[in-house]
């Protein structure tokens, strides 16, 4: 069994390091080339062209309000909601657990339009209701304004702070907030004073991470940022690669590689301050339990705002987009808009072959892709915690690599990679990426899975003839079954939902549906790209309740 380890190992670095490094190398290579067709001539240009460019001062600084602005817009909203949660006698405290996980559910792209349809300046649904019910001239509000980035990459990023801050806020101990308030200090002064300060790392935590999520972001920025001439890296890179007459893919790397560089600083940031909370732990003994601090007459008024938040952040795009698709141009609801409803949108979309081969392709890569990174995922979790050794140790820090890189840079990487083998233009060109990018969201659930086994289970089947893969089949993997299909369920939502890789990897006949709401976007068609956005949701619920469904059967018939 130790030489099974041992031996599987190297392989396991072989292939992840090919995932995480190889898209890094081929861009710092192909930055120093003049173009895919003079690969290997070293060049400096790019880079001079690059950070030379007039405009790009002005694209760093819109990145950088932009991500610290959306960072700022999460961190608060998950501490006030981590707060209400852990600390307070709210009421349906069910609703928090909600706003944490079903967002994210919600593909970035479609929370994006749905507010590009509300606050569009010439036909947003709340600016046509201002001008007909009280007469105002030109549009009240405007989403294409780095404002509007901020708001709603901070509400798309509200979840991911929120994980990172409600665990530690409900780990505080009650002795120091008790010993706050014998010394005559106020909840609120003990907030601020005790509270906060020792939740700091936590926090800080939260906004890097955040800052890492938006700096890879592309659905926002596009949707919301282009219309209004509003560029930040991603979607400058996508310029370069998207437009224009002949595509300068040596720029778009030497661009990419500030990208790159400021994501990964970032994230060894984000591990530094997450050791960093260690310093702070505060439970260390048992009786240990929460303060709970009586919000008296505010229950239910802040409840309401917690209601309100989780309607913006789930029912609202959900209802906007429906009602968008059944409606033959924007309009406000009204008896003449309900009179005029019809299914023409979804006819249309499900008779456009564009859109079928999106759909099928987003299935095959959902459902496909999903199992074998899992399959992935699974052997490079049970090296990790299974052999202790440096070679496991590398295999984490490289398997957690690719968290950091934005997506369109590593589509930018594979780029240069591919178009010198035959998976260039194909399907399998976006599996593998796909793979790349996700697989810390397959390792992570399956990690934590694989340390509640203890190694005495495998050696007791050992011991009792067992060999290595029938422990693995008859132990190991039955108690794996809840960590294997969180693993699933995150990297099929994530590959149905993958937008920013795939506007550089795809190509016509390998569209998938991310790709083609972003099309139907630029053109306008925002039914069509409503009653698409609809059914890309039908698909992420339908796979997670079905998968949801076989794992809790499995689970059953191991007990």
């Known amino acids: 069994m130790q030489k099974t380890r041992a031996g599987l190992t190297p392989s396991l670095i072989a292939i992840v390091g090919f995932l995480t490094v190889c898209p890094v190398v081929m861009l710092l290579l192909g930055s120093f080339s003049e173009g895919l067709d003079a690969f290997g001539t070293f060049t400096l240009s790019k880079y001079v062209k690059a950070y030379t460019d007039p405009a790009f001062a002005e694209i760093l600084f819109n990145t950088a309000v932009f991500t610290i602005g959306s960072a700022i817009v999460s961190t608060l909203l998950a501490l006030f909601l981590a707060y209400l949660n852990t600390r307070t006698n709210i009421p349906f405290k069910f609703m928090f657990r909600i706003i944490s996980l079903i967002p994210m559910m919600i593909p970035h792209i479609l929370f994006a339009v749905s507010w590009v349809l509300l606050l569009n300046p010439s036909n947003g649904m709340i600016n046509l209701f201002l001008r007909q019910v009280f007469g105002w001239e030109g549009a009240a509000f405007s989403i294409y304004t780095l404002q509007g980035m901020i708001l709603v990459e901070g509400l798309l990023d509200l979840p991911i702070a929120y994980l990172v801050i409600a665990p530690a806020m409900s780990a505080f101990d009650v002795a120091l907030e008790e010993s706050s308030k014998v010394c005559g200090a106020s909840n609120l002064r003990t907030l601020f004073r005790v509270t906060l300060p020792v939740l700091r790392p936590a ?148 008779k456009d072959p564009v859109s079928l081969l999106s759909l099928k392709n987003s299935l095959y890569l959902g ?184 794992g809790q059967k499995l689970t059953k018939v191991d007990k």
């Open 203 to 350: 926090i800080l935590a939260a906004a890097t991470l955040v800052i890492v999520r938006s700096l890879a972001s592309f659905a926002v920025p596009s949707v919301i940022g282009m219309p209004g001439r509003i560029y930040v890296l991603a979607t400058h890179i996508y310029r370069v690669v998207a437009t224009g007459y002949v595509t300068d893919y040596g720029l778009a790397a030497a661009v990419g590689m500030s990208a790159l560089a400021a994501s990964i600083t970032l994230i060894f940031l984000y591990r530094h301050l997450t050791r960093e909370g260690e310093k702070y732990v505060t439970i260390s003994s048992r009786g240990y339990r929460p303060t709970v601090i009586d919000l008296k007459g505010g229950r239910y008024p802040l409840f309401g705002i917690v209601a309100l938040l989780s309607f913006v952040l789930i029912v609202l795009p959900v209802l906007v987009l429906f009602y968008t698709s059944v409606v033959p141009y924007s309009m406000v609801p009204s008896a003449k808009a309900f009179a005029m409803m019809s299914w023409k949108h979804w006819i249309a979309v499900l």
């Open 367 to 550: 459902i496909g892709g999903a199992t074998l990174g899992i399959i992935l995922s699974f052997f490079v979790a049970y090296v990790i915690v299974k052999v202790r050794s440096k070679a496991s140790g590398f295999l984490e820090s490289l398997s957690f690599l690719s968290f950091s890189f934005p997506g369109i840079v590593v589509g930018i990487g594979f780029m240069w990679f591919f178009v010198r083998t035959p998976l260039y233009a194909t399907i399998w060109a976006l599996l593998i990426g796909y793979i790349a990018t996700y697989l810390p969201y397959g390792i992570r659930p399956l990690t934590s899975a694989f340390v509640q086994i203890h190694s005495h289970l495998e050696e007791s089947s050992r011991v009792c003839g067992g060999g290595a893969l029938y422990t693995m089949r008859r132990i190991v993997i039955p108690l794996l079954v809840p960590g294997i299909v969180s693993g699933w369920i995150l990297m099929a939502t994530m590959f149905v939902r993958e937008l920013s890789l795939s506007v550089v990897l795809s190509r016509p006949g390998t569209e998938v549906l991310a790709v083609q709401i972003l099309r139907f976007s630029e053109d306008g068609l925002w039914g069509r790209l409503s009653a698409l956005g609809i059914i890309m949701i039908f698909i992420s619920t339908a796979l997670v309740t079905i998968v949801s469904g076989i």
